[in-house]
């Protein structure tokens, strides 16, 4: 379980960014890079919720849709222009995640919750300038990309 | 005969010498005697002399006197005889009985009888050859008569129909007259059309010059388009290069507030300025995107004016083309107005030349029309001279019916035999009317025959129903019907001859008839009654 780390005067500093209809918040401690879309290259016998690896600074990164990792059983969907990488401990690229648009970098202030039917990958759920956000949690990430937990695509 | 009168001059002469001759020579004596010498032997020899010439005048001129006398009252007997046998026929001549007239002359010498009757039969024949050459002319006539009439009725088909032409040809110079005026017109108004077709087509040169330059126009705005869309295509890129821009702006301002945010406190300021430059960045989309917009309006407005200009260059191609074959058309009128014109002057003056045309054959016409009128007179003239030839055949053949000769063409000696046949059975009707109907059978010119008693009623008739068809009832003719006041019944009585009556107009048919009239006579040649037959002139002229 994510822990709020990354709290700035009370609040969590998010990137906020946009999938399908989703709007979620990416701790900006665990996102490495935004980048535009890149060339993927699919990768057979995957998960559904892996487009593909990408080239993103030098090593290949696996992009995943997070509209499909936020709605499993959704329709894919949107344009995908951006990927945001999410970082290791040590600083190393550990998973891209395919997003619609990106805000910028905010303070969520309000209570995050978790509900019981939210996917493993969001750590809860606030009110930011009165829409619902999903905070994701950027460990569970890095461990389903590790093979360590049940959220998150196994790219190998 | 002039020997026997010879003779007889001389046996007077003879007499009346002897009786000069015994004058002289008695007287001679006597002068001797008186000178007294030889007295007795002169007035013997006187005396012997006298004696001797007694002798001699009664032996020479006495006794032949006696036989001369003798002889001429015999003459004279036969001569009265002959005279009035000839009396006899010369009658019957003058009733035209040529026939009964050879009765009488059988009493004549045989030089007179072979005289008369070669006289007669030569009369009989001349009769005959009038009849017939009177049938003849009337034949003749009647196909003269028929020809001029159909020819009379032809001339005047010709006079309508030439007056019919006239009119036709008066109608056709009007017309041609009428012709010629509207040609002159329609001439005139060709010319006025072919003025106004070089206005129009000068109007449409500059109409297809106008549609020219308008093509041209429009292609220069279609071409103007085409380099504002290629324009508009680099616009685009260079949006698109600037959105390019603007979206690697907007991600380089999120790594760099991802990297202030890494940095903590120190990259406070550092995320401050990547926020800024994100919010330029999203500005700059947002600007792009609103230049996209008004870029897109453009290149609407763009592809309606290239779209507009295609339509226009289409159109003006079609106005064009339509202009350009509107000229050709005009440049076809204004030829076929020319000729048109130059038609309209032909015809005018051909329409001309054929009202003067019509005139003169109207002129011709009516002249024709005189010269048919005055033929058409002609044979009307002609017509009437053949009918009265006509009626003096008919008049002819009943001149020459008044004769009876010996020929079944005589209708006299015809009406003889049949009265004839009537003289033993007047009494019995039945017979009478067997023989009537025999003569009606053997003669279809024959309207109705008929038998009156000598009191002038009508006893018995026949009518032969093929000439008179069912014309009888209103004629009134019947049994008991009083003749006693005709002409004809008057003559036969008195007359006890074969009468012929003018030709007179039939009760029963109408037409032209005469009657034929005989006696008939029992065995006493005393009168019992008189035949009458009613012949048709056409029916009999026909045969």
Request: proline share 2%; glycine share 8%; aromatic share 4%.
């Amino acid at each position: 379980m994510w822990k709020p780390t990354d709290q700035v005067d009370g609040g969590i500093q998010c990137l906020m960014v946009r999938s399908g209809g989703y709007r979620c918040g990416i701790p900006v401690a665990a996102a490495k890079q935004v980048s535009s879309a890149r060339r993927l290259d699919r990768v057979p016998g995957s998960d559904p919720r892996l487009l593909g690896l990408a080239q993103i600074g030098g090593e290949p990164v696996a992009v995943v849709d997070l509209h499909a990792l936020l709605d499993p059983d959704g329709a894919p969907g949107g344009s995908h222009e951006l990927t945001v990488v999410i970082r290791r401990g040590d600083g190393t690229s550990a998973i891209g995640l395919a997003v619609d648009e990106a805000f910028g970098v905010a303070v969520i202030n309000g209570e995050v919750r978790r509900h019981d039917a939210d996917p493993d990958v969001v750590a809860g759920r606030c009110e930011h300038s009165g829409r619902p956000v999903f905070i994701l949690d950027p460990s569970t990430l890095i461990a389903e990309r590790d093979g360590n937990g049940k959220g998150a695509p196994n790219a190998g | 005969m002039q020997g026997e009168k010879g003779t007889s001059i001389i046996r007077q002469w003879l007499g009346m010498a002897i009786l000069v001759t015994v004058s002289l020579v008695g007287g001679v004596m006597l002068e001797l005697t008186s000178d007294g010498a030889e007295e007795d032997w002169y007035v013997r020899a006187w005396l012997v002399l006298v004696f001797a010439a007694l002798v001699s005048h009664l032996l020479l001129v006495s006794l032949p006197r006696v036989r001369l006398e003798r002889s001429f009252r015999r003459l004279q007997r036969r001569h009265r005889d002959q005279s009035r046998a000839l009396e006899h026929a010369f009658e019957e001549m003058r009733h035209g009985d040529l026939v009964e007239c050879l009765e009488p002359v059988a009493k004549l010498s045989e030089s007179m009888n072979d005289a008369v009757e070669s006289a007669t039969h030569a009369m009989s024949a001349l009769v005959q050859q009038i009849q017939s050459s009177s049938v003849e002319v009337a034949n003749s006539a009647g196909i003269v008569h028929e020809t001029s009439g159909e020819l009379v009725e032809s001339a005047s088909q010709q006079a309508a129909a030439v007056v019919q032409i006239t009119a036709s040809t008066e109608e056709l110079a009007r017309t041609a007259g009428l012709i010629a005026t509207s040609a002159t017109a329609q001439a005139e108004f060709a010319a006025q059309a072919q003025e106004a077709g070089d206005a129009g087509a000068s109007a449409l040169e500059d109409a297809v010059e106008g549609a020219g330059e308008l093509r041209r126009g429009i292609e220069d705005i279609a071409e103007r388009a085409d380099i504002l869309g290629r324009r508009s295509q680099e616009i685009y890129r260079v949006l698109d290069l600037i959105t390019e821009i603007a979206q690697e702006t907007h991600i380089l301002a999120l790594n760099a507030a991802i990297e202030a945010s890494a940095a903590g406190e120190h990259g406070d300021r550092f995320g401050v300025v990547a926020e800024e430059v994100r919010r330029l960045a999203e500005r700059s989309r947002e600007s792009v995107d609103s230049v996209r917009s008004l870029l897109d309006g453009f290149t609407g407005s763009i592809r309606s004016v290239v779209v507009a200009t295609e339509a226009g260059s289409k159109s003006a191609d079609r106005v064009l083309g339509q202009s350009r074959s509107t000229q050709s058309g005009i440049d076809h009128l204004r030829g076929a107005l020319a000729d048109t014109a130059r038609a309209a002057q032909e015809i005018s003056q051909a329409t001309d030349e054929q009202r003067n045309a019509s005139n003169q054959v109207v002129l011709t016409l009516r002249d024709i029309s005189d010269l048919i009128q005055r033929t058409a007179d002609s044979f009307q003239r002609f017509t009437e001279s053949a009918e009265h030839l006509s009626g003096l055949a008919l008049s002819i053949q009943l001149l020459t019916q008044s004769f009876r000769i010996d020929s079944v063409h005589s209708l006299k000696h015809q009406a003889w035999g049949w009265s004839d046949r009537l003289r033993d059975s007047t009494a019995n009707l039945e017979v009478v009317e067997g023989v009537l109907s025999d003569i009606v059978e053997d003669h279809p010119f024959i309207e109705m025959v008929y038998l009156v008693d000598k009191a002038g009623t009508m006893v018995a008739y026949e009518i032969n129903h093929e000439v008179v068809a069912d014309r009888q009832a209103r004629s009134g003719v019947g049994v008991g019907q009083a003749y006693a006041d005709r002409p004809w019944f008057q003559a036969v009585s008195r007359d006890l001859r074969t009468a012929v009556t003018p030709p007179y107009v039939s009760l029963l048919t109408d037409e032209r008839c005469f009657t034929i009239a005989a006696a008939v006579r029992d065995r006493s040649r005393s009168m019992i009654g008189v035949l009458g037959i009613d012949v048709n002139v056409r029916s009999w002229t026909r045969i």
